[in-house]
């Protein structure tokens, strides 16, 4: 069974302080995504990658197939970054539209 | 483009009663699927589509049921409401082979 874990579950920062998101799965998977739920609720789907890197803004997407690992790096953080990160794989090895998650990273960032 | 859109937002149901989720997109997806979100569990697949007429089970599909006639619409029907089913739903689309999933805005579900 595929299995999504993510660390830390909670993390405070500082504003302007850089931010790292982990997320670990166990079995192998083609691509990753990283996506971000607001407090209000609503899910926006920030990156998909399958390898090397993506760098949208201020956030960086990083991943390592072999070693099953990715990173969310959230650079210069502000208090509008503040919300749950969520990373997701593919269920059963599909490349998307069924995904198994992770519990999320409840992010706040502090003025 | 209005996206993905849900309907109703929110909605509290007395055991045993039976509804439908609506879900909508406008963008010619292929893909789409329903989750269900709990608190400490994460976002779980209920059932999902790979296009008008197909659909499969996820993670959790017992106790709902889906069809697919038109690439647009995916409703999620409850068939016989339990208080387990209390949760926030959310239906998601995408391409086939492109990298973005997109959301409709969930909706919320009580079940006394």
């Known amino acids: 069974k595929n299995e999504v874990e993510q660390s830390p579950q909670n993390l405070t920062a500082q504003e302007g302080e850089f931010i790292t998101i982990n997320c670990s799965y166990s079995v192998g998977i083609s691509a990753l995504h990283w996506l971000q739920q607001h407090p209000g609720g609503g899910i926006v789907s920030l990156f998909m990658l399958s390898s090397g890197k993506k760098k949208h803004g201020r956030l960086i997407a990083t991943i390592n197939i072999q070693e099953k690992h990715s990173s969310l790096h959230i650079t210069a953080s502000h208090p509008r970054d503040s919300a749950v990160y969520i990373c997701a794989g593919p269920l059963y090895g599909g490349s998307q539209g069924n995904l198994i998650f992770g519990k999320g990273t409840k992010l706040s960032v502090k003025p | 483009n209005a996206g993905v859109t849900q309907t109703p937002k929110f909605q509290v149901l007395k055991t045993g009663q039976s509804m439908t989720l609506q879900c909508a997109q406008d963008?010619?997806?292929?893909?789409m699927s329903w989750y269900r979100q709990d608190p400490g569990m994460g976002l779980r697949l209920i059932h999902y589509?790979?296009?008008?007429?197909?659909?499969d089970q996820g993670e959790v599909p017992n106790g709902y049921n889906v069809s697919r006639s038109t690439t647009e619409d995916f409703p999620l029907r409850l068939l016989s409401a339990a208080p387990s089913q209390t949760s926030v739903y959310f239906c998601a689309s995408s391409y086939q082979g492109t990298d973005t999933q997109y959301f409709g805005p969930g909706t919320r579900l009580t079940v006394l």
């Open positions: 963008m010619n997806h292929e893909y």
């Open positions: 589509s790979v296009g008008a007429g197909i659909t």
